[in-house]
């Protein structure tokens, strides 16, 4: 009798001699060449899926890259997941496993024998699998858990206890590690033993026998070095690395600033724990501009592919930022209230309020948008806000001078004459007067907001388009009005 270690989930439906047949042609769909060379022809994949030819599609995907196969995946029914996972070579299918999303990975899983979880598991590095337990819930987590090596286990549970946003959360501690006093025909032959097991080898670290980091060395060095260098005599010695706690946005910033290709990890006594891979940095990257994305636009940010992702949790990822917005509208419409009279006695004035309020709004979020940019960059900071305040209102009072000089010919070609308003020349330079302010006090509070939030530590995205619109219609009609009741008379 096969026990639960042994045993494997039956397939439906695949034939026996997956693994040994030999495709009788390469499915290419018409015109389709040019395609099929860029990456995997996915139409022709799942053809072949349907037609249940999985020794062709083994062979077809055994040439593909991981990141190909997992759009794939995006494609296929839910019931053919473990099919098609199992045909993929043990190596391929944990690379793809990686790129999978975190619901689809959970399918797998739950779909998974203890041998084949075990199998895929023992090809992940530790990163991986750490971000894996993460993003898994508590029932799937204690099955990978007991799947695992106790030594895996241990690394694992030592990068959970990083926080969420820090370099050990997305370090990996699967590195070449090094000895000053190595020759580099000895480093290169650890090298070679180790490399299989390493989730990057061309940048190598050199350690003391406490774990402290010293110094740097890549494989180019070792290559034109003499075999009976030490490495202590190549070795840079002044290595850019980063704390276990630091930000990893910051981690992923450096990483780029410097064009490296690793990073190296240390604790607070300097002693390296880990890397962080280019790869990781790039991912952090990702994550952090689709979550200013989607604050930017008023939305709460969601994980999951929208086409995965249901109305219910996209209602939720919206539904917060429209309340406040719609509450805090109600500001603007106080204000109106309060000018009903100076309405009533001249109420051509409507006509501008929604001119105004949109080109106060566009001139807010350009300035805001700017500075957000430039502070995610690295580029601005708190320090610097005279200097963007000084910059921003030049260029707001060329901006709104260009804009009133345009305003103040279009009220009256087509307000006043082809539409035939009751516009006189005092309205008009109240209209282009409070235009020029609106575009002023929108570019500074654009500018500033972001500033101050980021000082308060808080992400300045929030201060992007929808809140900055919102706080400066309320500006724009209070000049509108306070200007038609002065100049007016009203």
Same mark, same amino acid.
């Given at each position: ?7 494997? *989930? ?34 022709? $994949? ?23 196969? $997992?759009? *794939? ?99 990996? #501690? ?79 910033? #450096? ?12 604790? &607070? ?24 994305? &989607?604050?930017?636009? &008023? ?25 406040? *917005? ?16 100076? *309405? ?22 350009? $300035? ?75 570019? @500074? ?15 300045? $995205?929030?201060?992007?388009?929808? @809140? ?23």
């Amino acid at each position: 009798m096969e026990t639960k270690e042994t045993e494997k *989930l039956q397939t439906p439906e695949i034939p026996e001699e997956v693994a040994a047949e030999v495709p009788e042609r390469t499915l290419t769909a018409p015109g389709d060449t040019e395609e099929q060379e860029r990456g995997l022809d996915i139409d022709a $994949a799942l053809a072949l899926v349907e037609e249940k030819r999985y020794a062709t599609l083994r062979q077809m995907l055994r040439e593909a890259e991981p990141a190909d196969i $997992a759009e *794939l995946f995006d494609e296929l029914p839910k019931q053919q997941y473990a099919v098609v996972f199992r045909i993929l070579p043990k190596e391929l299918a944990a690379e793809v496993f990686v790129e999978l999303d975190s619901d689809l990975q959970q399918i797998l899983i739950e779909s998974f024998s203890d041998l084949e979880l075990r199998n895929v598991l023992e090809e992940l590095y530790m990163d991986d699998a750490a971000d894996l337990v993460e993003e898994m819930p508590a029932n799937v987590v204690k099955r990978i858990l007991q799947n695992v090596t106790p030594e895996a286990r241990k690394t694992v549970n030592e990068l959970l206890k990083y926080p969420e946003d820090s370099a050990g959360s997305i370090m990996t #501690t699967e590195f070449v590690r090094l000895k000053q006093d190595m020759s580099v025909d000895d480093a290169i032959a650890l090298i070679r033993k180790v490399a299989i097991d390493k989730e990057t080898i061309y940048t190598c670290y050199v350690t003391d026998r406490n774990s402290h980091l010293i110094g740097v060395v890549t494989v180019k060095d070792l290559l034109c070095a003499p075999h009976d260098a030490k490495i202590a005599d190549i070795m840079e010695d002044h290595v850019i690395s980063v704390n276990t706690l630091e930000d990893k946005e910051d981690v992923a910033a #450096t990483i780029s600033k410097y064009d490296a290709l690793a990073l190296p990890v240390v604790d &607070a006594e300097n002693r390296l724990v880990g890397i962080v891979t280019v790869d990781d940095a790039i991912d952090v990257m990702q994550d952090e501009a689709e979550e200013d994305f &989607a604050k930017m636009n &008023a939305m709460l940010p969601t994980e999951k592919p929208y086409l995965r992702t249901s109305p219910f949790e996209l209602y939720k990822s919206r539904i917060v930022w429209l309340l406040l *917005l719609m509450v805090s509208a109600t500001f603007t419409g106080m204000i109106i209230g309060s000018f009903e009279d100076a *309405l009533a006695t001249q109420a051509v004035l409507t006509l501008f309020i929604p001119m105004l309020m949109d080109t106060g709004g566009n001139s807010g979020s350009q $300035a805001s948008v700017t500075v957000i940019r430039a502070l995610s960059l690295g580029e601005i900071e708190f320090s610097d806000v005279m200097r963007v305040l000084w910059k921003e209102i030049r260029v707001a009072a060329l901006c709104g001078g260009s804009l009133a000089v345009v305003a103040f010919g279009k009220i009256f070609l087509v307000d006043k004459w082809i539409m035939g308003k009751p516009i006189t020349v005092p309205i008009a330079i109240v209209v282009c007067l409070t235009l020029m302010m609106t575009v002023i006090a929108a570019k @500074f509070l654009g500018c500033t907001l972001p500033l101050l939030v980021s000082k308060l530590g808080f992400d300045p $995205a929030v201060m992007a388009s929808p @809140f900055i619109t919102t706080i400066v219609d309320a500006v724009s009609l209070i000049v509108f009005f306070a200007l038609a009741t002065t100049l007016l008379h009203l």
